[in-house]
């Protein structure tokens, strides 16, 4: 599997961005796929996660409210809505995929990982 992630850039505090996320190579419509974040600095951490077979949906608190993640089998590709962005938005953003049907926000429990996406949120 294959993930090509896309959508970043710069935006003012309190601005949208949306990000994509395509599947290409041995998708499933059954796997979940999430986003992570890594900010300069910090480790990686969950952000979102949506289930392939039930389309239920998991937030970190940080963004709840906020951020929308969405998907569209059809076209093997995930979206992460963004809005009322904070400066500590501010990161890498990372798509993945989990192998199997486990959903949920360990990270040793994602087995793809597209190239990442920046995102800076100015104040």
């Known amino acids: 599997v294959q993930l090509q992630a896309s959508g970043g850039g710069l935006v003012q505090a309190g601005g949208s961005v949306r990000l994509s996320c395509s599947a290409s190579g041995r998708t499933a419509s059954s796997i979940a796929m999430g986003w992570w974040r890594q900010p300069p600095g910090e480790v990686r951490e969950f952000v979102a996660a949506?289930?392939?077979?039930?389309?239920?949906?998991l937030y970190a608190e940080s963004v709840k409210g906020r951020f929308t993640i969405s998907r569209d089998a059809a076209k093997n590709t995930v979206y992460l809505q963004m809005n009322s962005l904070k400066p500590e938005d501010t990161a890498v953003y990372y798509c993945a995929a989990t192998a199997d049907r486990y959903f949920g926000a360990r990270f040793d429990r994602y087995d793809y990982w597209g190239q990442g996406t920046l995102v800076t949120v100015s104040s």
């Open positions: 949506i289930s392939g077979s039930t389309g239920s949906t």
